[in-house]
């Protein structure tokens, strides 16, 4: 399944952005989805997932509390709110599905993840 980004954009330190993560096909519901985001000159990293039923997630503990993934199956569509955003959220944002269908628990490793879209930037800035 290919992945799209998009709802990026410049907001202030403590403000809100909703990234989408559209999925070229209905197969998307069979698999888990994850956010990762690449700041320059630093690797990917795994910001949260959540398995393909939703039943599972996962956040790194930098955002933790901050932010929230979700999915709608049916529109096939993955979502991530991210509140109180900080500067060093900045960073190209990216959604991947994971290799495996129905795994649960959610799969917190990047080697699992495929289907990455373009991504999206993210700028936290005053």
């Known amino acids: ?8 954009g410049l907001v202030q330190p403590g403000g809100s952005l909703r ?3 559209a999925a070229s096909d209905r197969t998307f519901s ?4 994850g956010w990762f ?9 795994m910001v949260a997932a959540i398995s393909w039923n939703g039943g599972t997630t996962y956040y790194r ?18 979502f991530l709110q991210m509140n109180s955003l900080k500067p060093e959220d900045t960073a190209v944002y990216y959604c991947a599905a994971d290799m495996l269908p129905f795994r649960q628990p959610v799969a917190t490793g990047t080697s699992v993840y495929d289907g990455w879209g373009q991504g999206t930037q993210v700028t936290v800035s005053s």
Do not use: H, W
Not at 30 to 33: K, L
Not at 37 to 45: C, L, N, T
């Open 30 to 33: 069979r698999y888990g989805m």
């Open 37 to 45: 985001r690449q700041a320059p000159g630093k690797v990917r990293e």
């Open 1 to 8: 399944v290919q992945l799209v980004e998009s709802g990026g």
């Open 61 to 78: 503990d930098s955002v933790k509390g901050r932010f929230t993934i979700s999915r709608d199956n049916v529109q096939s569509t993955g």
């Open 19 to 21: 990234l989408s993560c």
